[in-house]
């Protein structure tokens, strides 16, 4: 596609509910960034894929939090047993390469109640 | 990761310019210098990127002293358009970014 895509645009959960966040990236970009925003926050780095693997999950905030990637595309970021502090903007990025310009997609709005 | 420090927020007019400053004072030597911009409820985009002295494009320029320990963003002849938050971020390159709370730049007619 021409731009990164993520899905759903607004998610709203009840408390103890697992999601999961959808992230299609720019055709052809090797590496694949997933971020949180808190309302009026910056951005927090949550992990990074090089192609399928992961060599950078420090930012994830807790085991609740996985992700994974298949055939080098469409990355899902999974959130069990969701609680309210989870709620915030989620957003993906890719990139050609680590070293690259990252294009961001718009995010997914996340309401845990 | 050099931590960076800039204004939480500034207010301009339409036509002027406005000039945004970091700090970056334990900026490293492969570090490069990157300005991104969000608008509400999309997600950030690349404004400029530089290594040192003075980079231009045709959004906005980035001044960047001798010593890389700060830099400023240039918009010149803003508009309400140009009303959203920027963000400063010093690392190798577009690695692992990491973003402070940024700048809330509005602009009023």
Redesign the interface.
């Known amino acids: 596609g021409a731009g990164v895509s993520q899905s759903p645009s607004n998610k709203v959960t009840e408390k103890g509910k697992d999601v999961e966040l959808r992230c299609d990236p720019i055709s052809g970009h090797t590496a694949l960034y997933w971020y949180r925003q808190s309302l009026g926050q910056g951005l927090e780095f949550l992990i990074y894929f090089q192609g399928n693997s992961a060599p950078d999950k420090s930012g994830l905030p807790s085991d609740r939090f996985s992700a994974e990637r298949t055939g080098g595309s469409v990355s899902t970021l999974t959130i069990q047993r969701t609680q309210q502090e989870d709620s915030a903007v989620y957003l993906c990025a890719s990139s050609l390469g680590q070293v690259a310009l990252q294009f961001f997609g718009p995010g997914t709005r996340l309401t845990v109640l | 990761l050099a931590k960076t420090t800039q204004p939480i927020s500034m207010d301009s007019y339409e036509g002027q310019e406005v000039n945004i400053t970091c700090s970056h004072n334990n900026i490293a030597t492969n570090d490069y210098i990157t300005w991104y911009q969000q608008f509400p ?6 404004i400029i ?1 530089g290594y040192k002295t003075k980079v231009t494009n045709e959004v906005a320029s980035l001044f960047i002293p001798a010593d890389r320990k700060s830099s400023t963003l240039s918009l010149p002849r803003v508009s309400l358009s140009d009303t959203a938050v920027y ?1 400063c971020l010093v690392g ?11 700048t809330r730049l509005l602009v009023s007619p």
């Open positions: 409820s999309q997600g950030p985009r690349f990127q963000y190798e390159g577009f690695q692992k970014l990491v973003f402070g709370t940024g």
